[in-house]
């Protein structure tokens, strides 16, 4: 049908009929039961009931993508261990497999992620009355280094925004540090999401957890947006965008962080774009913000987490020894040991 011709049943039908042979795009489920029906595995058939499972619960791509890698390698281990029938599974499959990715080098984070998405496979078989529950009576636990986060030299942060001269990296680069948002969460940003008059961002749903939250613009990073929001094209749905009609990719955004990093002089420091990130925390604890505060502006459901930030950046506990050890020096302490 052409421009101009009338509308006729005939080219409404043939119209839908094209529609209706136009194939649909798969689903992450579709790519993952795809590669699964391509492979011998003990327990396939729970492992696809689970797969959909997941599905249902409406998971993120990347959260079933995780959990089809690790389960898809355990079961691979328990069969070449020799086992077919996943009934038979005792806690030292479990251990085996743990020894093995160990063996393998993976970074002990890696291997704790890949455990936890085993043992939640093994909790959905105990629901449907596959495997008892004694398989998991005693808990394992893999002990995880608690490091510190990385943030970046106060002086560094300002050698960093001085090389940053281009409006809309700068836009974007400020309003990482500022609101400590992922960097993930910043490309995604359509321009709706921008609250300009109240001075704030509104994140509907969290890039890691889902969790949506309200962040604010400093008088610094608004300026820097109000720059940017002239010159950007009206057209396009999304704040940061790429030369397509989608944002602006993640590897280009922490390609331009590492270009500035080397003409800042500061990349052979290993920063990476999450430290800006770790920054906003650690400079908001430094100026007297509360936990709980901080907690909802970095999105985490855990106060724990947040926690971590004060042990880096506590001013108060830094007073308190320089205090304590002048009195020390000056021999003002009594008493016997």
Known sequence: MTYGQPITHESVQSGSEALREQPLSPTPIDRILQKLS?????AKEHFERYMHHKWRLNHKPRTLASSFTSVMLFLSFYGKSGKREIEKIERVDLEGFIEQEQDRGLRISTVRTRLACIIAFLHFLMEQDVIPGSVLKRGIKLKLPDTLPRAINPTDVKKLLSVIEDIRDRALFLLLLRTGIRIGEALGLRFNDLDIKSRKVHLFEGEKNSMGRVVYLSDDVLFALKLWLRRRNENKEFVFYGQSHGHLCYSTGRGL????????????????????RHTFASELLNA???????????????????????????????EEYFRAMAVIEKGGIDGTY
């Open 257 to 276: 962080f590492v270009k500035y990093l080397k003409k800042a002089g500061l990349d052979q420091k290993s920063y990476t774009v999450h430290c800006l």
């Open 288 to 318: 007297g913000m509360r936990l709980e505060c901080l907690q909802q502006l970095r999105g985490h459901q855990d106060i724990e987490v947040t926690r971590r930030y004060a042990r880096l950046t506590d001013t108060t506990r830094e």
């Open 38 to 42: 391509c492979m011998e595995l003990p």
